[in-house]
């Protein structure tokens, strides 16, 4: 019998080791895609503590368009311009960028004020949304 040691206690190993013949493993491609496919599509909505939250592979996950990062960058920079750096002349050109791109002012104002972490596009994505629930 051999002795084990674990988490500082000794104990009797009471089974008998046995030696198997080790096996080669094979990896099959076309069946395991063939197997991915058979499997059913699930969303991949998360809830965590009852908030809501999109996994990047969400097919719903609109805040990867490229439209959504350009607002997401400018409302970021805006943050950043006029909060941090108070720079009166960056502000007004993004504010510019912002007319010049049509988008709603107020959708910008809200992703600013509204959102907890500017750096988190969850966050962000959860801020536009309640903007356009309540539009």
Known sequence: ??????RGNKYTQHKEIVSKKPVQLKYRRSIYTQKRELM?????DLIYRGSKYLSKSSP???????????????????????????????????????????IDPQRIINLMYKCSSSEDNQSMLEADLDYFSKK
Do not use: G, T
């Open 1 to 6: 019998m051999e002795k084990l040691l674990y």
């Open 40 to 44: 059913p599509k699930v969303q991949n």
């Open 60 to 102: 719903n996950n609109s805040y990867i368009s490229d439209a959504n990062k350009k607002i997401f960058s400018l409302a970021r920079d805006l943050i950043n311009a006029q909060f941090n750096l108070a720079n009166d002349e960056l502000s007004r050109n993004l504010w510019n960028e912002v007319a010049a791109l049509k």
